[in-house]
């Protein structure tokens, strides 16, 4: 009887019109009861007509998941199974489009991502796949707020999609929605980074990249990727501290890191004191380097340029001061790429323990090739400092001929340098040393009556408060003056010192850093504070504070100066870049806090003029720091806040510095 019936059936099923075909859920429960009854023709038969029924094809579409499972349950189910693969080929969008995507089987998903029929931006790939992934985990993440990830969440994720991602052309995506959308994501997309230079390789792509990682990963993972993309990392300009071994973050910066050996085409470097053997192993050896050092005659050394022999190097020996004294004490890098330049100035000399064992101050600031098709009008500010500085060593063709060719329309710093002589009248005195400081903190932030300012320094010479009252008249953005030339206080008055604190390191702080002893001895003989000259009644002691390393137990020889102003409007200026938004200003670079180093203003004997006398070659970097809107409301909290660390100044020691404890003194020399 049950054979008659299911002959019945098949041959009813058979004879079927097309234009009268049985419904399709119920063609499935006959081929599931077919299957069931081991009944082989009608189950063929049933398939054939599940696969012909354009009915049944968006049936397919949607019930994907159900049928998808109802194969690998059912896997003699063969003709089915072709037709399902077949089905997924020619309908990819219709897949990724459906309302059961975030549910679809990896395998189907795979079958997608593999096909050239999916018609869809690879934006929309990427985030349908991203979502899918996401779906896949179960705790409840927000891709649009990576920043609260914890990293189990991307391991996990990466997990999930380790076979779709390789399928998702990531170099077809537009740069400014990859940067946002897809950058993000970057720790779960190997060679992401390489693949998109290779294929979108625009410097403003590449930088944009850079920033976006950046951005979401800090600036450990942009370094990183800048080093093996080989483009301009600072473009904006910034300072920073050299790296300490066991002390990484987005503050410190390595030697090699600025000077990118293996695309290093050409450099210019200055230093009081040279490593050979060290700077060899760190510069490329078929380059043209030439390096500014100091030089005695005692050591058989003149003035001039001279070559080594068998090397590229080119040795610049700048003139010295008239009186003998004084040193060529001035760090700068001009580093040359292949379409951009470098400049680095910092405290830095070109020996492994300034930048491998104790902290120095860095400015850094890239600069592009100028765009030739514009109106070039020579060398202006920023620039123009920089080549009267070079010529003023010697360097007639030498490098200064190669600094037109770049745009420093973009340039942060004011230079300050200090060039041996004696510069006569108030226009020069303002083009050097403290003069120049003067200048800058005029033009800058304007003349101001209240300030409170502070000076680290690895060497200080011999002080006094004639001294400081000149510098402090500088720091101000007043005209200097020379010491004879103001009134002295009347009788029984007395002069105060100057709101300045100098901060110099304890003999137990040197002594008790945390160095290798050689290393230890050999960073402490920097640290220099002449005996005699601190044991004068004239040196004023109470201005010292200790200058100890926010990195525990280590040594600075790093120069930083540090002025805030103690009055300010009582609301923000519309213009935060305006000298009434000026809050203060800081100095980086290579003068130490002495007379040699900054100069010292006299009168002229025979012209009355005033003047300033330099013995040392120096160099350094002013910026203006303006006030944030914050600092206009009241917030206690705000006020007990490092006003310089909140305005990403990278002091290398603790603030503000305290006094020496007990008998604590000065490190000093004999």
């Given amino acids: ?42 189950i063929d038969h049933t398939q054939k007509q599940l696969c012909d029924s ?19 349950q059912f896997p003699h189910f063969q003709i089915l199974q ?73 391991i996990e994720l990466e997990m999930k999609l380790k076979k779709c991602i390789p399928l998702i052309r990531f170099y077809h995506i537009k740069s400014g929605i990859l940067y946002n959308d897809v950058i993000p994501f970057q720790p779960i997309i190997p060679g992401l980074c390489p693949e998109l230079y290779d294929n979108k390789a625009t410097l403003s792509n590449t930088l944009k990249l850079l920033d976006s990682i950046d951005k979401y990963f800090g600036y450990f993972w942009s370094r990183i990727y800048a080093r093996k993309l080989h483009v301009p990392r600072y473009l904006e300009g910034v300072t920073k501290l050299t790296y300490i071994p066991g002390h990484d973050g987005d503050n410190y910066v390595k030697f090699d890191d600025l000077i990118q050996k293996s695309i290093l085409k050409q450099a210019f470097l200055s230093s009081m004191i040279v490593d050979f053997a060290w700077l060899s192993s ?19 050394e003149s003035q001039g340029l001279n070559g080594i022999p068998n090397t590229k190097y080119l040795i610049v020996h700048a003139p010295k001061a008239e009186n003998g004294f004084g040193c060529f004490h001035a760090k700068l890098m001009l580093l040359f790429f292949d379409k951009w330049m470098r400049v680095v100035i910092s405290s830095g000399n070109l020996v492994p323990q300034d930048w491998e064992l104790c902290e120095n101050g860095v400015f850094i600031q890239d600069f592009l090739v100028r765009d030739k098709s514009k109106e070039f009008n020579g060398l202006q500010g920023f620039a123009r400092d920089i080549n009267d500085f070079l010529v003023s060593m010697g360097l007639k063709t030498h490098i200064v001929n190669l600094l037109p060719e770049y745009d420093y329309s973009k340039s942060k710093a004011t230079l300050i340098p200090s060039i041996p002589g004696i510069h006569k009248g108030m226009e020069n005195i303002k083009r050097f040393g403290h003069g120049r400081i003067c200048k800058a903190v005029k033009e800058l932030c304007g003349s101001r009556e209240d300030v409170q300012l502070e000076f680290q320094s690895s060497s200080i ?31 029984g008055e007395v002069d105060p010192l100057p709101p300045i604190t100098v901060v110099y390191p304890s003999s137990k702080v040197v002594y008790e850093s945390k160095y290798e002893y050689s290393a230890k001895l050999a960073i402490a003989s920097t640290i220099c504070l002449s005996e005699k000259a601190y044991n004068k009644d004239t040196f004023p002691k109470e201005v010292l504070r200790n200058c100890i390393s926010k990195r525990d137990g280590k040594l600075m020889h790093s120069k930083f100066a540090l002025a805030q102003f103690r009055e300010k409007p009582n609301d923000m200026p519309l213009n935060v870049e305006s000298q009434e938004n000026a809050g203060g200003w800081y100095y980086c670079g290579s003068h130490n806090f002495s007379e040699s180093a900054w100069g010292k203003v006299t009168t002229s004997r025979e012209t009355k ?5 330099i013995n040392n070659w120096e160099l350094g970097v002013f910026f203006p720091i303006y006030r944030k809107e914050q600092e206009y409301l009241p917030n206690q909290d705000y006020d007990k806040k490092d006003w310089f660390n909140e305005h990403s100044v990278p002091v290398p020691y603790i603030r503000p510095p305290p006094r020496y404890a007990g008998n604590e003194t000065p490190k000093v020399t004999l």
């Avoid at 400081?468 to 009347?490: H, I, M, N, T, W």
């Fill in 82 to 154: 072709r037709h399902f693969t077949m089905l997924i080929e020619n309908h990819p969008t219709e897949i990724f489009n459906s309302h059961y995507f975030l549910e679809l089987p990896e395998e189907i998903l795979l079958s997608c991502l593999r096909n050239d029929n999916l018609h869809l931006y690879e934006i929309e790939i990427w985030e349908k796949v991203l979502e899918w992934g996401i779906n896949q985990i179960p705790r409840k993440l927000n891709r649009f707020k990576v920043e609260d990830w914890e990293v189990e969440d991307f």
């Fill in 282 to 300: 760190k510069l490329p050896n078929n380059r043209q380097i030439v390096l500014a050092k100091d030089w005695r005659k005692e050591d058989n």
């Fill in 609 to 613: 003029e005033l003047q300033i006398r």
């Fill in 461 to 491: 010479g011999s002080l006094n408060k004639q001294y400081l009252v000149e510098f402090y008249q500088s720091a101000r953005g007043l005209d200097p003056v020379s010491a004879l030339s103001r009134p002295r206080p009347k009788k």
């Fill in 1 to 42: 009887m049950l054979s008659k019936i299911v002959q019945n059936l098949f041959n009813n099923v058979k004879t079927l019109p097309r234009d009268k075909s049985i419904p399709p859920p119920l063609l499935f429960d006959l081929l599931i009861a077919a299957d069931e009854l081991c009944l082989g023709r009608l």
């Fill in 54 to 72: 354009l009915d049944c094809i968006n049936f397919f579409l949607d019930n994907l998941v159900g049928i998808y499972n109802l194969t690998t």
